[in-house]
């Protein structure tokens, strides 16, 4: 995994230099664009990071850019950053899914702790994604009368019941939750439970 | 006069043929009997010469008393034989001479001199003396006939008496035997005749003697026939001027030498010819009568004259009238011209007095001749001031900032000098007060008949009003103006809060940055400088707008100043920033470096520029496709004016409007007061500037304005 960055897009050259120094001189990768439409010819959905977004800019708006890219399956987090005057754009902008807004001219700390959340955000919905691919790569390793068994095991059923319900032995039933058990790397039933339970949650 | 020339000539035939060659002599005769017994009488005289004096033929010409004269006058006869009456007005007039004078035979007696009878029928007891004729029935042979008339008139004036005047009818007879027979037939009481004519006509037993009285009887030895009045010569035969002398001498011995017994004297009942007389008795009566040739006499009364020349007194009596009624005429004439001179000078001073401007003459020297009313209501300086006293050093000595003007260069002696009227818009003139007030005025050359210059008038007129007014305009204008501006900002203030907010964003953030840089202790220092250094250039951006927005904001002092279009293009420009952004328009600016300064006020013209391109920005909000290009351009054309054109790519003009666009109220824009451009216009044209549309191809609009590069010149499109 590549290391979080953050995207600029403001039009304006002074107003973005700014924040890409400000944004440097606390550590963080920086990149920045002077329009929308020079983001999206690089974006790349795998890159992790967040996105700074001046609202009002010629040519694609901010609110535009945002709104394709939601329609992504990984979209960064965005920052609004507006105006005097272009509040209720902003709000807009927050009810259709930015992570927040800042107005100009900011406050370092609270831009930067804005920012700082974005990536967490960002981490943490990368994050996510890669353990529930880990369980249901783990899941397609088992046979179809694991997965029965595995299924009934997580409805809380005793091997006595699910042997019955299978039409096989009890023995056979614990040959296959243990063989369960070991593909998919889980100690204890709670750890089956939380992994399925993960998957439901999607 | 045809018959007789014929008959003349017949006489002539049948008395010697043969004859008719030699040279043929005329001998006008008076014919006082009738023509018949003039030939008679005389042609055997004409035949007695004729054969005296050979190679030549006598004939008689009988003439009456109207034809003698036009005979002479024309030289229709060489000879005349006429009463001496006559014969004194021919020898006057027409200068002919007597050569012999007729001795008359009266029964056996001989006589060169006659006399004048005055008789009445002797039963007329009543008429006995001279004193007797008046008051009667009076005739007389004819008005020229000198024994028939003339000489008893002049015996009846020396008795104070006047056959015209005097007579209860006066006529006469033509022929003496008519008033023999008219005394005898009783058709007038009393006749006058010559001597001689009653014993004749006795003798040829025509009337008998006892018949007949003479009034006024005279008597001599030597003359026995009966006459009221003196003796006078009997007639001369003369010639006439252009009968040559030598055949008159002839004519006269031929006459002279006439035995008193020839054939010839008895038939014409004379007895021979005489020397001439002496017709200074006649010459006497004719003047004593005023008779022609003597109408001019010294005796000469004002009743002569009256009587004589009444036709020319008439005349001159209806000429005097004719000249009292022009000279009436004229002088009334005269006095309605006076009259209407009078009126027109009076008109013409009311019309000069009620002219509400000042209006002085100045003649050739400078001084004043005439002065209007209103010349002293406005300058005080009444007109007795001013006229015959230079005008310039009274009016116009001394400029509108001080500085004295002198006489050389005073517009109005100009036009005196050149003819050429001059008008002056903006000058100072002098009260008698010693205050000053702006005029302006026109000097106009003065001509007379022969189009000469005499002079010039001045007329005036005080414009402190008008330049008040102008004042109040303009400054409402101004004020106008400035709310407009106001408005203007106020619908850009977000636009322009957000302009200036951006430098202020990278302005706090680069100091942010700076401050963690330095935190760290990363060592950047190059990099903490270079940012300080973008963080001046950022707060110098906000400053420039916030600059410019209360440049435009602030009310002006409306004082004109020297300013660049370009740069307030670029003013301009960055106030629509936020605007031109918004709609995604891009700019297209075409500024002429060349364009040289205008005078003007800075916000006003600034506030031109951004109407017209705010009102391009928003036409061009709408359009859905195709490029939204804002085009500012300027150009310096003919080094005059600065020509500034404002095109966008929206919809155009609406037709409907586009004659009204500088109306104030007419806006397309739903939200618009409609005053942009009016105020536009009011701006431009204050500045001596025109703004108008242009056609621009294909779709869009595009708004000029024009400014003088130099404040005084107009436009001239």
């Given at each position: 995994?590549?290391?979080?960055?953050?995207?600029?897009?403001?039009?304006d050259r002074e107003v973005?230099?700014?924040?890409?120094?400000?944004?440097?001189?606390?550590?963080?990768?920086?990149?920045?664009?002077?329009?929308?439409?020079?983001?999206?010819?690089?974006?790349?959905?795998?890159?992790?990071?967040?996105?700074?977004?001046?609202?009002?800019?010629?040519?694609?708006?901010?609110?535009?850019?945002?709104?394709?890219?939601?329609?992504?399956?990984?979209?960064?987090?965005?920052?609004?950053?507006?105006g005097h005057g272009?509040?209720?754009?902003?709000?807009?902008?927050?009810?259709?899914?930015?992570?927040?807004?800042?107005?100009k001219p900011?406050?370092?700390?609270?831009?930067?702790?804005?920012?700082?959340?974005?990536?967490?955000?960002?981490?943490?919905?990368?994050?996510?994604?890669?353990?529930?691919?880990?369980?249901?790569?783990?899941?397609?390793?088992?046979?179809?009368?694991?997965?029965?068994?595995?299924?009934?095991?997580?409805?809380?059923?005793?091997?006595?019941?699910?042997?019955?319900?299978?039409?096989?032995?009890?023995?056979?039933?614990?040959?296959?939750?243990?063989?369960?058990?070991?593909?998919?790397?889980?100690?204890?039933?709670?750890?089956?439970?939380?992994?399925?339970?993960?998957?439901?949650?999607? | 006069?045809?018959?007789?020339?014929?008959?003349?000539?017949?006489?002539?035939?049948?008395?010697?043929?043969?004859?008719?060659?030699?040279?043929?002599?005329?001998?006008?005769?008076?014919?006082?009997?009738?023509?018949?017994?003039?030939?008679?009488?005389?042609?055997?005289?004409?035949?007695?010469?004729?054969?005296?004096?050979?190679?030549?033929?006598?004939?008689?010409?009988?003439?009456?008393?109207?034809?003698?004269?036009?005979?002479?006058?024309?030289?229709?006869?060489?000879?005349?034989?006429?009463?001496?009456?006559?014969?004194?007005?021919?020898?006057?007039?027409?200068?002919?001479?007597?050569?012999?004078?007729?001795?008359?035979?009266?029964?056996?007696?001989?006589?060169?001199?006659?006399?004048?009878?005055?008789?009445?029928?002797?039963?007329?007891?009543?008429?006995?003396?001279?004193?007797?004729?008046?008051?009667?029935?009076?005739?007389?042979?004819?008005?020229?006939?000198?024994?028939?008339?003339?000489?008893?008139?002049?015996?009846?004036?020396?008795?104070?008496?006047?056959?015209?005047?005097?007579?209860?009818?006066?006529?006469?007879?033509?022929?003496?035997?008519?008033?023999?027979?008219?005394?005898?037939?009783?058709?007038?009481?009393?006749?006058?005749?010559?001597?001689?004519?009653?014993?004749?006509?006795?003798?040829?037993?025509?009337?008998?003697?006892?018949?007949?009285?003479?009034?006024?009887?005279?008597?001599?030895?030597?003359?026995?026939?009966?006459?009221?009045?003196?003796?006078?010569?009997?007639?001369?035969?003369?010639?006439?001027?252009?009968?040559?002398?030598?055949?008159?001498?002839?004519?006269?011995?031929?006459?002279?030498?006439?035995?008193?017994?020839?054939?010839?004297?008895?038939?014409?009942?004379?007895?021979?010819?005489?020397?001439?007389?002496?017709?200074?008795?006649?010459?006497?009566?004719?003047?004593?009568?005023?008779?022609?040739?003597?109408?001019?006499?010294?005796?000469?009364?004002?009743?002569?004259?009256?009587?004589?020349?009444?036709?020319?007194?008439?005349?001159?009596?209806?000429?005097?009238?004719?000249?009292?009624?022009?000279?009436?005429?004229?002088?009334?004439?005269?006095?309605?011209?006076?009259?209407?001179?009078?009126?027109?000078?009076?008109?013409?001073?009311?019309?000069?007095?009620?002219?509400?401007?000042?209006?002085?003459?100045?003649?050739?020297?400078?001084?004043?001749?005439?002065?209007?009313?209103?010349?002293?209501?406005?300058?005080?300086?009444?007109?007795?001031?001013?006229?015959?006293?230079?005008?310039?050093?009274?009016?116009?000595?001394?400029?509108?900032?001080?500085?004295?003007?002198?006489?050389?260069?005073?517009?109005?002696?100009?036009?005196?000098?050149?003819?050429?009227?001059?008008?002056?818009?903006?000058?100072?003139?002098?009260?008698?007060?010693?205050?000053?007030?702006?005029?302006?005025?026109?000097?106009?050359?003065?001509?007379?008949?022969?189009?000469?210059?005499?002079?010039?008038?001045?007329?005036?007129?005080?414009?402190?009003?008008?330049?008040?007014?102008?004042?109040?305009?303009?400054?409402?204008?101004d004020?106008?103006a400035h709310v407009a501006r106001l408005s203007t900002m106020g619908e850009m203030a977000s636009g322009i809060a957000h302009e200036i907010n951006q430098p202020l964003t990278a302005i706090a953030?680069n100091?942010?940055?700076?401050?963690?840089?330095?935190?760290?202790?990363?060592?950047?220092?190059?990099?903490?400088?270079?940012?300080?250094e973008r963080i001046g250039s950022q707060a110098a951006r906000a400053g420039e707008i916030i600059r410019h927005l209360r440049q435009f904001v602030k009310k002006e002092q409306p004082e004109l100043s020297r300013i660049d279009i370009n740069e307030v293009i670029n003013e301009v420009i960055t106030l629509l920033r936020t605007e031109i952004r918004?709609?995604?328009?891009?700019i297209?600016l075409?500024l002429?470096?060349?364009?040289?300064e205008v005078?003007a006020l800075h916000v006003q013209i600034d506030q031109v520029i951004l109407n017209?391109a705010r009102?391009?920005?928003?036409?061009?909000?709408?359009?859905?496709?195709?490029?939204?290009?804002?085009?500012i351009?300027?150009?310096?054309?003919?080094?005059?004016?600065?020509?500034?054109?404002?095109?966008?790519?929206?919809?155009?003009?609406?037709?409907?409007?586009?004659?009204?666009?500088?109306?104030?109220?007419?806006?397309?824009?739903?939200?618009?007061?409609?005053?942009?451009?009016?105020?536009?216009?009011?701006i431009?044209?204050?500045?001596?500037?025109?703004?108008?549309?242009?056609?621009?191809?294909?779709?869009?609009?595009?708004?000029?304005?024009?400014?003088?590069?130099?404040?005084?010149?107009?436009?001239?499109?």
């Amino acid at each position: 995994m590549s290391e979080s960055t953050v995207f600029i897009i403001d039009d304006d050259r002074e107003v973005r230099e700014a924040l890409q120094l400000l944004m440097e001189s606390v550590g963080l990768n920086v990149v920045s664009f002077d329009s929308a439409n020079a983001y999206l010819e690089q974006f790349d959905a795998a890159r992790p990071g967040c996105i700074i977004l001046d609202v009002r800019m010629p040519g694609m708006s901010g609110l535009d850019l945002q709104n394709l890219l939601l329609e992504q399956p990984l979209c960064p987090p965005i920052i609004i950053i507006t105006g005097h005057g272009d509040v209720p754009m902003a709000v807009r902008a927050v009810q259709a899914g930015a992570v927040d807004f800042i107005q100009k001219p900011f406050n370092d700390q609270a831009l930067l702790d804005s920012v700082h959340r974005a990536l967490e955000h960002d981490a943490r919905q990368r994050g996510e994604a890669s353990h529930i691919a880990e369980i249901k790569q783990k899941l397609s390793r088992l046979t179809p009368r694991e997965r029965e068994v595995l299924e009934l095991v997580v409805q809380g059923l005793r091997n006595k019941l699910i042997a019955s319900e299978l039409s096989v032995s009890q023995s056979t039933v614990e040959a296959h939750r243990a063989k369960v058990m070991e593909k998919m790397e889980a100690k204890t039933l709670s750890d089956l439970m939380r992994m399925m339970l993960t998957l439901e949650s999607q | 006069m045809w018959p007789r020339a014929l008959l003349l000539f017949l006489l002539l035939l049948i008395s010697g043929p043969g004859l008719a060659e030699d040279q043929l002599i005329r001998i006008g005769v008076l014919s006082h009997r009738g023509s018949q017994a003039t030939y008679d009488t005389w042609s055997p005289t004409a035949t007695y010469l004729g054969r005296v004096i050979p190679g030549h033929d006598f004939e008689v010409v009988p003439l009456d008393f109207a034809e003698v004269d036009p005979a002479v006058k024309f030289g229709q006869v060489d000879f005349i034989l006429a009463n001496p009456g006559i014969y004194v007005n021919l020898e006057v007039r027409y200068r002919i001479s007597r050569i012999a004078t007729l001795n008359n035979l009266a029964g056996t007696n001989a006589n060169n001199v006659f006399g004048g009878v005055i008789f009445a029928r002797r039963d007329r007891r009543d008429i006995n003396s001279l004193d007797d004729l008046k008051g009667k029935r009076l005739m007389a042979v004819a008005v020229t006939s000198l024994g028939g008339f003339q000489m008893s008139w002049r015996e009846m004036r020396t008795r104070g008496l006047d056959p015209y005047r005097d007579s209860a009818s006066f006529s006469f007879g033509g022929i003496h035997d008519e008033v023999v027979r008219a005394v005898r037939d009783g058709r007038v009481e009393v006749g006058m005749i010559r001597t001689d004519i009653l014993e004749r006509m006795a003798a040829a037993g025509e009337i008998n003697m006892d018949d007949f009285k003479v009034i006024n009887p005279k008597v001599n030895p030597g003359f026995l026939l009966n006459r009221s009045t003196r003796l006078y010569p009997e007639w001369p035969f003369s010639k006439v001027l252009h009968t040559s002398n030598e055949l008159a001498q002839r004519v006269a011995v031929a006459l002279l030498n006439m035995p008193s017994f020839h054939p010839a004297a008895r038939a014409g009942n004379y007895a021979g010819w005489t020397i001439p007389l002496d017709y200074q008795s006649v010459h006497d009566l004719f003047k004593e009568l005023q008779l022609p040739p003597y109408e001019y006499s010294g005796r000469f009364t004002l009743a002569d004259a009256m009587k004589k020349y009444w036709y020319w007194l008439l005349v001159a009596l209806i000429f005097l009238v004719f000249m009292l009624l022009m000279t009436t005429w004229v002088s009334r004439l005269n006095r309605e011209l006076k009259k209407a001179k009078l009126h027109l000078e009076r008109q013409y001073e009311l019309i000069l007095n009620s002219v509400a401007d000042g209006i002085i003459g100045v003649d050739l020297d400078g001084n004043t001749t005439f002065a209007n009313r209103a010349m002293t209501q406005i300058t005080g300086w009444a007109a007795a001031d001013l006229i015959g006293r230079n005008q310039h050093e009274i009016l116009h000595h001394t400029r509108v900032d001080g500085t004295p003007h002198p006489a050389d260069q005073c517009p109005v002696y100009a036009t005196c000098s050149d003819q050429i009227p001059r008008f002056v818009e903006d000058d100072v003139f002098w009260k008698k007060d010693g205050s000053s007030f702006p005029v302006e005025y026109s000097s106009t050359p003065i001509r007379n008949e022969q189009f000469k210059t005499v002079g010039s008038v001045v007329v005036f007129r005080d414009t402190s009003d008008r330049k008040r007014i102008s004042d109040e305009a303009r400054q409402h204008q101004d004020d106008l103006a400035h709310v407009a501006r106001l408005s203007t900002m106020g619908e850009m203030a977000s636009g322009i809060a957000h302009e200036i907010n951006q430098p202020l964003t990278a302005i706090a953030t680069n100091a942010h940055a700076c401050i963690r840089m330095l935190e760290s202790h990363s060592g950047e220092t190059e990099r903490v400088i270079d940012v300080m250094e973008r963080i001046g250039s950022q707060a110098a951006r906000a400053g420039e707008i916030i600059r410019h927005l209360r440049q435009f904001v602030k009310k002006e002092q409306p004082e004109l100043s020297r300013i660049d279009i370009n740069e307030v293009i670029n003013e301009v420009i960055t106030l629509l920033r936020t605007e031109i952004r918004k709609f995604g328009v891009s700019i297209g600016l075409d500024l002429d470096d060349g364009i040289g300064e205008v005078m003007a006020l800075h916000v006003q013209i600034d506030q031109v520029i951004l109407n017209l391109a705010r009102n391009a920005i928003e036409a061009m909000a709408d359009i859905q496709a195709g490029e939204r290009l804002l085009s500012i351009a300027t150009r310096n054309e003919q080094d005059a004016y600065v020509r500034v054109t404002v095109t966008d790519t929206g919809p155009g003009l609406d037709p409907a409007v586009v004659d009204q666009l500088f109306n104030p109220f007419v806006t397309t824009k739903p939200n618009g007061m409609g005053l942009g451009l009016s105020i536009s216009q009011g701006i431009i044209e204050a500045h001596k500037g025109r703004i108008f549309v242009e056609p621009v191809e294909g779709s869009g609009a595009r708004f000029v304005f024009l400014l003088p590069t130099s404040p005084q010149r107009e436009i001239e499109v």
